[in-house]
């Protein structure tokens, strides 16, 4: 499966820690689509809708793809990430990890939107290990509202 990854300078060395993760230990085909260094002044929107706009293109294709992207509280980077038609990110800064394995298997977000001022990179790590070996519920009422998420029209 293929990964994308992007962050803003708050998220910058989780995101390459991660990345290394997800390809090395994992096994997944990963694409960092940014930053690519480290500038305390750039801004979220553009550098996660790179990432986001590629995994709704892959998804449309009928592609296997997700995305890990990462800011300072990752409630941003969500934003911008659920912008795009068939993109489902959630967010996780912490806390309960089963909030984690909730969100792939009743919502199948395909966006993890991390908080790297809230976490470490271990947990992180646990986190992103959880997100990508979890798998969405076949039950009839998480995918009825998934098609009813889908088929909402946006003003």
């Keep these: 499966m293929k990964i994308y990854f992007a ?19 994992l096994g997944h085909e990963i694409e960092d ?53 068939g993109v489902r990110a959630a967010v996780y800064y912490g806390g309960r990890p089963e909030i984690i394995k909730l969100s792939r298997e009743h919502n199948d977000a395909n966006v993890l939107s991390l ?3 809230f976490l470490s990179v271990d947990e992180a790590k646990k986190a992103v290990h959880e997100w990508l070996t979890t798998n969405p519920s076949k039950d009839e009422r998480h995918m009825r509202r998934l098609s009813e998420i889908e088929t909402i029209v946006q003003l």
Excluded: C, W
Aim: charged share 30%; glycine share 12%.
């Design 115 to 117: 908080g790297a001022r």
């Design 7 to 25: 962050s803003d300078h708050a998220g910058f060395e989780m995101k390459n820690a991660l990345a290394v993760y997800v390809r090395d230990e």
């Design 33 to 85: 689509v940014g930053a690519r260094e480290f500038d305390a002044g750039d801004d979220y929107p553009p550098i996660i809708a790179v990432a986001v706009r590629s995994l709704a293109q892959d998804l449309k294709e009928g592609r296997d793809a997700k995305a890990i992207i990462l800011g300072g509280s990752g409630q941003g980077e969500a934003i911008v990430a659920n912008r795009f038609t």
